[in-house]
């Protein structure tokens, strides 16, 4: 879907697999102050489901506007707001 060749797709997935591993605290939508921001996470996961949904049914006319490529945006934003407002989970020793 996203033109990525067998060796990219490799270390995306082995990127991915340790990220699994870092203390990183993410946000809980429903638990998300204030309430205009739950909203647009909301809004926003509505919006990606939407696209991904459009990708896969109907890719030849979403290559065009880099439909796929946009759609990342919106995990990206949630991942920012994580960091910026969780944060790392220190470990207790």
Do not use: H
Not at 41 to 50: C, E, N
């Amino acid at each position: 879907m996203l033109g990525v060749g067998p060796m990219g797709g490799t270390l995306w997935l082995a990127g991915l697999s340790i990220a699994i591993f870092v203390p990183l605290k993410f946000l809980y939508p429903s638990k998300v102050q204030p309430t205009k921001l739950r909203f647009g996470l909301a809004v926003g996961a509505l919006a990606w489901t939407a696209a991904l949904v459009a990708c896969v049914q109907w890719p030849g006319r979403t290559d065009p506007i880099f439909l796929a490529e946009i759609s990342l945006l919106y995990p990206a934003w949630y991942m920012w707001l994580s960091l910026k407002r969780g944060g790392f989970v220190a470990r207790k020793r």
